[in-house]
């Protein structure tokens, strides 16, 4: 059993947390907040140890009346492997504590690849991340690229790919960001998503552009491939049938919108209503001179979090075999 701590339990750490005991192979030690929030309370809630990220905080917990078992410190005395969801950028800060502590890590997407020894797709890259300390499981956005563009690339061969993504403004959560009626481009030509893919698929050739839409609930890829090798659109559609955590959509059967996708999630008796796997509109794959054309919709606050299962079973080795590993995740995450 793998003793795992999560720092940070927020939107992508309380998915991980629940993942995590779902699992016959790890055993969740506890969790970190920063602050007396109501997911601290809900941590309690779930029976879920709940540590302060440092002794200064302790006293807020205490005068709002929440049990904490400790600090951080503390936590990562008792367990093999830290998953580190706190907010971009503090990964990299809190890498200096894991060091210290000689304990194994994996960052999220949101980090500098330069944070970790390997970033990781499951389905990409799962043997490189083999015996490894420290790991970066790639973005939302990186994670669905990786999934699709993989897949092909692997069979059919990508002489460029061309990505637009049509990104949510901000989680559900988030009432600080926008916009609120705007289409607001990123001003990055190409953007960081392309080179976030070639840390999995380095001779992946990609460009990448972006820009932010008032939804909050998915993102959307259009996506356009010059393929190397002959296909037609039934080849691209067994394609992804084939490929986990990959599912098509109709909208002959009413996924005419993201939003019909969440619901359908919500539907599956999802908690919180979670869509771990891609969604690409069947009728959207479409080949016209070897060039492949599909439009996929990303659940940003859940697709990465059974990377984050498979991630810790390739750094203990606790299978060499990713088809395995993704499988047993699966199963226990009840994903298509």
């Known amino acids: 059993m793998i003793k795992v701590a999560i720092n940070g339990y927020g939107t992508i750490g309380k998915r991980v947390a629940d993942a995590i005991v779902l699992q016959d192979d790890m055993q969740l030690q506890g969790v970190v907040k920063t602050k007396p929030s109501y997911e601290a309370k809900i941590a309690i809630k779930n029976k879920y140890p709940l540590y302060a990220n440092n002794k200064e905080n302790t006293k807020a917990f205490i005068d709002a009346g929440i049990k904490i078992e400790g600090t951080i410190d503390d936590l990562i005395d008792k367990s093999d492997i830290v998953i580190d969801c706190t907010p971009g950028k503090f990964g990299a800060q809190n890498r200096q504590l894991y060091r210290s502590k000689k304990i194994k890590a994996i960052f999220q997407g949101g980090e500098k690849p330069e944070v970790a020894q390997v970033s990781f797709n499951a389905q990409g890259n799962y043997k490189q991340a083999i015996g490894k300390d ?115 959509v109709d909208e002959k059967d009413g996924f005419v919108s993201t939003a019909q996708i969440m619901e359908y999630a919500r539907d599956l008796g999802r908690k919180r209503g979670d869509l771990n796997e891609i969604a690409v509109w069947k009728n959207s794959i479409n080949i016209v001179s070897n060039q492949l054309f599909f439009i996929q919709a990303i ?29 047993k995740t699966n199963i226990a995450m009840s994903i298509q």
């Open 299 to 327: 659940h940003q606050e859940s697709d990465v979090v059974p990377e984050n299962i498979d991630c810790i079973r390739a750094m203990f080795e606790l299978t060499k075999d990713p088809i395995k590993s993704i499988r």
């Open 134 to 248: 420290y790991v970066r499981v790639v973005s939302c956005n990186t994670t669905g690229l990786c999934r699709t563009l993989g897949s092909i690339h692997k069979i059919f061969g990508v002489k460029k790919a061309i990505v637009t993504l049509i990104r949510r403004a901000a989680d559900p959560n988030d009432s600080k960001k926008g916009p609120i009626n705007a289409v607001v481009p990123v001003i990055e030509v190409p953007s960081h998503h392309g080179p976030d893919v070639n840390t999995i698929f380095p001779d992946l050739n990609i460009l990448t552009s972006a820009v932010a839409v008032p939804t909050t609930i998915m993102h959307l890829h259009t996506i356009a491939i010059e393929l190397e090798k002959q296909a037609n659109a039934s080849d691209i559609k067994d394609l992804f049938k084939n490929t986990p955590r990959v599912i098509l």
